[in-house]
């Protein structure tokens, strides 16, 4: 079987000036600096005018912390008003682009169809997309969770090769979950992201599926994490609010 290293992800929204960036990813640095052998991946997904700040304390004080981007265009370049393009991002050393969180989805519009184009630019530039699917309160009630996540997958997915999807990332965020304090329960949570596992074996084969990592998001805190890492088909977790505190989301790490 692959191996999976988890990654833990900093969403951190629409939050920290490049300042408050500056001064969390410093605190996370001293804090995770002594773990002696860390056994996760961390990445940051700051606010765009933060991205050179950080890119610079990062790379020359070593950081074990990788940089991360919240959103990007899929033109590499044009007439787009307030976007920018995953050239940009990788000439910053992006890593991860987080694609088709829900608030993308639901509050600027956001289709299948454009993150599928945005997963597909991301990918040609280098970088890793976190490519993210859930379900409502609604279509949970209604019974639609698994048709829901699998519909998101596959269409995120579209042309994109098995090698490539062996390599990306996939959160599963169930949308109430997100922000509100209520956590799947781990067996909820594990349960979806077996479905995210066999809907990429399906459309990519055993060997993408058994090396793309998902992790679980939405309301993740330093108290719940183990459990919900802990399950087999969970291989990290994409954090909000409690990534903005180093201290907080350092205890996540450490779970
Ligand atoms: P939350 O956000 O941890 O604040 O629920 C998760 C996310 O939106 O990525």
Same mark, same amino acid.
């Given at each position: 079987?692959?191996?999976?290293?988890?990654?833990?992800?900093?969403?951190?929204?629409?939050?920290?000036?490049?300042?408050?960036?500056?001064?969390?990813?410093?605190?996370?640095?001293?804090?995770?600096?002594?773990?002696?052998?860390?056994?996760?991946?961390?990445?940051?997904?700051?606010?765009?005018?933060?991205?050179?700040?950080?890119?610079?304390?990062?790379?020359?004080?070593?950081?074990?912390?990788?940089?991360?981007?919240?959103?990007?265009?899929?033109?590499?370049?044009?007439?787009?008003?307030?976007? $920018?393009?995953?050239?940009?991002?990788?000439?910053?050393?992006?890593?991860?682009?987080?694609?088709?969180?829900?608030?993308?989805?639901?509050?600027?519009?956001?289709?299948?169809?454009? $993150?599928?184009?945005?997963?597909?630019?991301?990918?040609?530039?280098?970088?890793?997309?976190?490519?993210?699917?859930?379900?409502?309160?609604?279509?949970?009630?209604?019974?639609?969770?698994?048709?829901?996540?699998?519909?998101?997958?596959?269409?995120?997915?579209?042309?994109?090769?098995?090698?490539? $999807?062996?390599?990306?990332?996939?959160?599963?965020?169930?949308?109430?979950?997100?922000?509100?304090?209520?956590?799947?329960?781990?067996?909820?949570?594990?349960?979806?992201?077996?479905?995210?596992?066999?809907? $990429?074996?399906?459309?990519?084969?055993?060997?993408?599926?058994?090396?793309?990592?998902?992790?679980?998001?939405?309301?993740?805190?330093?108290?719940?994490?183990?459990?919900?890492?802990?399950?087999?088909?969970?291989?990290?977790?994409?954090?909000?609010?409690?990534?903005?505190?180093?201290?907080?989301?350092?205890?996540?790490?450490?779970?």
């Amino acid at each position: 079987m692959a191996t999976r290293t988890p990654l833990i992800s900093g969403n951190w929204k629409m939050h920290h000036n490049h300042f408050e960036a500056l001064a969390t990813v410093q605190k996370l640095n001293y804090l995770l600096g002594e773990e002696e052998d860390l056994q996760v991946e961390v990445s940051v997904h700051a606010p765009f005018t933060d991205l050179r700040t950080l890119q610079t304390a990062i790379e020359q004080d070593k950081m074990p912390i990788v940089l991360g981007a919240q959103h990007c265009h899929w033109e590499e370049k044009g007439a787009f008003t307030g976007e $920018v393009s995953p050239a940009m991002l990788a000439k910053l050393n992006v890593r991860y682009v987080i694609v088709g969180h829900s608030e993308r989805r639901e509050l600027f519009g956001e289709s299948d169809e454009w $993150v599928n184009k945005k997963v597909l630019a991301i990918l040609a530039h280098g970088m890793v997309p976190i490519m993210c699917c859930g379900e409502t309160l609604d279509e949970r009630d209604a019974g639609q969770t698994d048709a829901k996540v699998a519909g998101q997958v596959r269409a995120g997915l579209e042309g994109v090769s098995p090698a490539q $999807v062996g390599g990306l990332v996939i959160a599963y965020e169930p949308i109430w979950a997100i922000g509100t304090g209520r956590t799947a329960s781990a067996e909820d949570a594990q349960a979806t992201c077996a479905v995210v596992r066999r809907t $990429v074996a399906e459309v990519a084969g055993e060997d993408a599926a058994a090396s793309v990592r998902i992790q679980y998001g939405g309301s993740v805190k330093p108290a719940n994490a183990a459990e919900l890492m802990a399950q087999p088909d969970i291989d990290g977790a994409l954090v909000g609010g409690a990534s903005l505190d180093a201290a907080d989301f350092a205890g996540i790490v450490r779970h």
